[in-house]
Structure formats: structure tokens, C-alpha cells
């Protein structure tokens, strides 16, 4: 049993399928996605984009195909970039194919829309002779008309027999390398939805609320939806919709995982709101701190507290602690324990180098143990 049991979160069971290299599903990592929002054809531009966030630690990344010459373009794309790429398709047959053939490790579609069985059959056919999984895409925005219909609204009910139905297409054709979304604006309709399909299939679940709004309050949307189901144990990958730059979108993405303890990477910050007791000006220094630490990959906390109150307190629980003094003098805590003062001039550039210092020794320790490991199987 766990020594936190009230951490803990039993994963849904799902089978696992490939994206390019990527797992996703069964025991693999929840995976982080976004998409870009440059023209798919200014080739420059969205490797440019991708680059951006690939270094802010993205898993896989969507690409919009509308006409020939994104898909045309995408060729090129797939080569430069380092992370699979999903295509988004979403009426012409033929982009699927195109995009299939260009090297999409995924192709978005709703396979209702794509037309008539034998061009569903075609795009099926395209994938698996490329190697391609398919993402099931249902959108509570752009719900079949006989759907809406026959329930009057967007319902959780309706999402779910859009989705039943445009698997079947799939599995008709013996085709089993999908996942399935099943987004909302609201995020009440898009969690209901994502629980009822859960416990209807085994294939891995994309998880979104879609068109969430600006950073602020599309951030929050995002995890409370996606959070409240990651914590029951539903979702294999995720996309935080933002109006905001696709880098944006995967920050928020990992913050949620690490939020919740389900994927660590980076610098997990603790720090205070501040008040009049405040040592130090907390704001901009978490601002400074957060700017500069981007590059570290490591898991690893950090507490940034301004008094004495709840300072020391939280530091015995991080990696590094710093809380704020009088006399611009600040106590530095390394692994829980007092160690040593920085003055406030000193203090952002001391914290950096102390935590880009710990990240080396934890990768060592890792790189030590990993070698260690085959001399212990022998």
C-alpha cells in the first residue's frame, strides 16, 4: 500500500497503440499534445513552431491539412520534425490519403464525414499500409445532424454514439490503431461524455476541452476538466486548448500531470501569494525563476516563500527552499535543511545555478543506477 494513499490514482485499463514512436495507452506515460496555428504550407514557419515545442517538452503534434498544399508541405514537415505528427483531417478523403502517404504517424478524421464506405474503406486502407493510427475526433460543436435530432442538443449521450458509431466504421474494416476524443466547450458535457465512453471501450481516450477560451480562463477550464477526470483515472493523452501560442498549451499540459503527480518533468514550484511580510518581491521572482528554469527537464521542486510563517515548512518538502529574511537576507534550504543565506541582488541567479547544479547530480545518480542495472541482472 502507498505511504499516501489519498495520492493515489488507479489508471482505466486501456489497450496501448502507436503514434509514429510514441506509446499511448495501457502503461505509457500520458502523453502531451498541441497543434499549430501557422499556415501548414509556410514550411519555415511551422517547423519554427514546432522547434518551440518540442523544447517546452511536447509529446506529439497536430498539424492542419485543409487543401493539397498542406499536404503537400507536410512531407517536408514530418522530416524536420522530431516528434510525431498528427494530420487534421476533415472532410476531403483525399487529404487522408495524401497526408498518409506523406508520413502522418496519425490522421485526425471523423470517418462519418470523410463520405461513402468505399472512401472510408480507402483512407483505412492508407493508413494501414503507412503505419498510421487514427484519431477519432467528436466535437459536441459539429455533432451529426440526426444526432442532434434525436436528442434536441449536445448531450453527453449524443457524443458517445457519435463516437460508438465512426468506431464501428473502423473496426468493420479490421482497423484497431485508434483513439478516441470526445470534446466539449463545456466542460460539464465533455467529462460526462469521457466517463460514459470509458466504460463502453478499451481503446485509448484523447482528452480536451475544446475552445476553453484565452490563457487565463482556458487554463482553468482545462484543469478542472481534464484534471477531475486524470484523477479517476481516464485520459491516455491530452491537449490543452488555449487561445494562446502552442508552446503555452504544453506548459499547462505538463502542470496539470504534475499537478497531479502523473508525469513529472521540470521544476515544480511552491511558492506563496505573498503579503506584507514578504522578505522579497515573491511575484517577480517566481516570474524570473519560472522564465529562466524553463530548460530544466528534471523532475525537481522548488519553494520560493517570502516569510518565515510557512517558508521553512515547505522547504523540508522540496529539493531546494528559499524564504525570505530581513535585511534583504535570505535562508537557503538544499534538500530540507538550513544551509546557507544569498542576499536579495544575489538571489535569482544563486537559486538558478543551485537547481540546474541538482539537476546534473540527479541525472548522474539516474545515469549511475541505469548502468548498475545489467550488472545486477548477471
Known sequence: MSLRPWRDITRRKSRQIMVGNVPVGGDAPVTVQTMTNTPTDDVKATVDQIRRCEEAGVDIIRVSCPDVESTTALKQIVRASRVPIV????????RALEAADAGAACL?????????????????????SNGCAIRIGVNGGSLERHLLEKYG???????????MDHIKLLQDHDFHEFKVAVKASDLFLAVAAYQQLAEQVDCPLHLGITEAGGF???????????????????????RVSLSAEPEEEV????????????????????????????????IRTVQAL???????????????????????GEARETDIGITGGGNGKHMVYLSGVTDHHVQ???????????VEAKAAEIEAADEAMAALVPVAAE
Not at 487565463?216 to 491530452?238: E, F, R
Open 87 to 94: 494530420a487534421d483531417i476533415h472532410f476531403h478523403y483525399k
Open 216 to 238: 487565463v480562463g482556458g487554463t482553468v477550464k482545462s484543469a478542472i476538466g481534464m484534471g477531475s477526470l486524470l484523477w479517476y483515472g481516464i485520459g491516455d493523452t491530452i
Open 290 to 312: 519560472e522564465e529562466r528554469l524553463q530548460h530544466i527537464r528534471t523532475p525537481m521542486s522548488l519553494s520560493v516563500l517570502g516569510c518565515v510563517v510557512n517558508g521553512p
Open 153 to 163: 442538443e449536445p448531450c453527453p449521450d449524443a457524443l458517445v454514439e457519435s463516437a
Open 108 to 128: 485526425r478524421i471523423n470517418p462519418g464525414n470523410i463520405g461513402s464506405a468505399s472512401r472510408v474503406k480507402e483512407v483505412v486502407d492508407a493508413a494501414k
Open 344 to 354: 536579495d541582488a544575489d538571489m535569482v541567479d544563486h537559486i538558478v545555478k543551485l
Open 251 to 282: 506548459r499547462v499540459g505538463f502542470e496539470i500531470l504534475k499537478a497531479l503527480g502523473i508525469r513529472n518533468r521540470g521544476v515544480r514550484v511552491v511558492s506563496c501569494p505573498s503579503c506584507a511580510r514578504q522578505g522579497f518581491d515573491v
